[in-house]
């Protein structure tokens, strides 16, 4: 059986960023370090930031002045930043430079006079923190969402940085019939639409494809659904522990991608267990004990 990795498959850039600084936050802090929400969406990575000392809140009522709190990638809005400062929180800042941008250009946007409507999900909380910086955000998740919208006579449009480059085709061509004038930024990362590619591409290539990431991890979930829609065998796991020998029934070539929130060593970890499958190894721990040919 042989093993393909997408190229980009693992932490992206801002995440690596992300988790670089908050780790140098850690071992500078003199009191307790916090991250304000889940530093990234990937349970395994967050138990190990957790054994180094790191504290996950999701509120910030109870922290003492003087602890350190860091801003994940996602970024947070202007309000939350004023409200930690004003509680003599020292503020890390990890946000993504990208998520960043999308910020700064929804802005631009109102300040032009342009109402501003994100593509995204409302309950992400990097579209919570782009919606934070505009006064009145419309956020759209779904097309159906998007065909009741009324007309507009300008409109300004940002997207989540993960959303699927589908999706966001579809949603311009349906919003260029909805306004008189239409202002769009694709703020789609490049990270996310390398690796949508790479999954898409790969996933037509091989026999079974292994999706590995958070389950709660929006990017993965994407790269999932992109995946499978191209390849039915496709499977989303958060480790090797979930793999079943009968996926690979007959399976020649596996593919493996991962979302930007996958630390790497989790990658290898999946990667080490098919090999080890391959040579006739056994997960029989889980109740399966049947060989891959190698
Ligand atoms: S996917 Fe892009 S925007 Fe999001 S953290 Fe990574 S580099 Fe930044």
Not at 15 to 36: D, P, Q, T
Not at 169 to 181: D, G, Y
């Amino acid at each position: 059986m042989k093993i393909r990795v997408a190229k980009s498959a693992g932490f992206c850039w801002g995440v690596k960023r992300a988790v670089n600084i908050a780790i140098e936050a850690v071992k500078r802090s003199k009191g307790k370090a916090y991250c304000l929400g889940e530093l990234i969406h990937n349970r395994r990575e967050i138990e190990r930031l957790k054994k180094l000392g790191m504290e996950f809140v999701e509120d910030v009522e109870s922290l003492e002045a003087g602890s350190t709190v860091i801003i994940r990638s996602h970024g947070v809005a202007p309000q939350v930043f004023s409200c930690l400062k004003e509680r003599g929180l020292e503020v890390v800042d990890a946000t993504c430079p990208f998520v960043k941008e999308v910020q700064d250009k929804a802005v631009k946007l109102e300040e032009e006079g342009y109402p501003v409507l994100i593509l995204g999900n409302p309950k992400h909380p990097e579209v919570e923190g782009i919606a934070g910086h505009v006064k009145n955000p419309i956020i759209v998740s779904s097309l159906e969402e998007l065909r009741e919208l009324p007309q507009f006579l300008k409109l300004g449009v940002v997207c989540q940085t993960t959303l699927s480059s589908g999706f966001f085709r579809e949603a311009v061509s349906l919003l260029a019939l909805k306004a008189k004038e239409l202002k769009v930024y694709n703020t789609i990362c490049k990270a996310t639409a390398i690796r949508q590619k790479e999954a898409k591409e790969l996933a037509s290539q091989v026999d079974v494809m292994l999706i590995v990431g958070g389950k709660n991890s929006s990017n993965t979930t994407k790269l999932y659904q992109i995946s499978k829609s191209v390849n039915e065998r496709s499977y989303h796991i958060e480790s090797k522990e979930e793999i079943e020998l009968s996926w690979f029934e007959g399976a020649e070539v596996v593919g493996i991608t991962a979302g930007a929130s996958t630390p790497q060593w989790v990658i290898e970890e999946v990667v080490a267990y098919l090999r080890f499958l391959a040579k006739g190894g056994s997960n029989s721990g889980r109740g399966v004990c049947q060989a891959v040919g190698g």
